[in-house]
């Protein structure tokens, strides 16, 4: 069975920082792209991150609202990071990262910045991040 498992939520002051972790069980996520999205109370999916697959160069991207804060990476064959810093209380919410296994993305910015992942099969389940004071 193919899983994604996120760790790393918490609560966090305004202007801190928070690393999550996406690891894969039974899969290698090396061979897909992989992106994360986050949902606050009341507010719909949005994607946050994503990148490409290992053939993909690591091509990565964000929307505005995380540019520049946000870094999405790479470790090993099984784990994808999301490092987050200088949050805002406006970051708070379930982040969950997602992994493009059919493919069906043609680039990464399609996947998680001009989507909200409606066609990505593996999810994760989550993980809470709160920033407040």
């Known amino acids: 069975q193919l899983q994604l498992v996120e760790s790393g939520g918490g609560l966090v002051q305004p202007g801190g920082s928070l690393r999550l972790s996406c690891d894969a069980i039974g899969f290698n996520l090396d061979y897909y792209a992989i992106a994360w999205f986050r949902q606050a109370p009341g507010k719909e999916r949005e994607g946050v991150s994503c990148?490409?697959?290992?053939?993909?160069?690591?091509?990565s991207n964000y929307p505005d609202s995380v540019k520049g804060r946000f870094t999405i990476s790479r470790y090993a064959k099984n784990t994808v990071y999301l490092q987050m810093n200088s949050l805002k209380p406006e970051d708070t919410g379930v982040y969950y990262c997602a992994a493009d296994v059919a493919r069906v993305y043609t680039t990464v910015r399609a996947m998680c910045v001009a989507s909200k992942g409606e066609y990505l099969e593996i999810w994760g389940q989550g993980a809470l991040v709160t920033v407040s004071s």
């Open positions: 990148i490409s697959n290992s053939d993909g160069s690591g091509t």
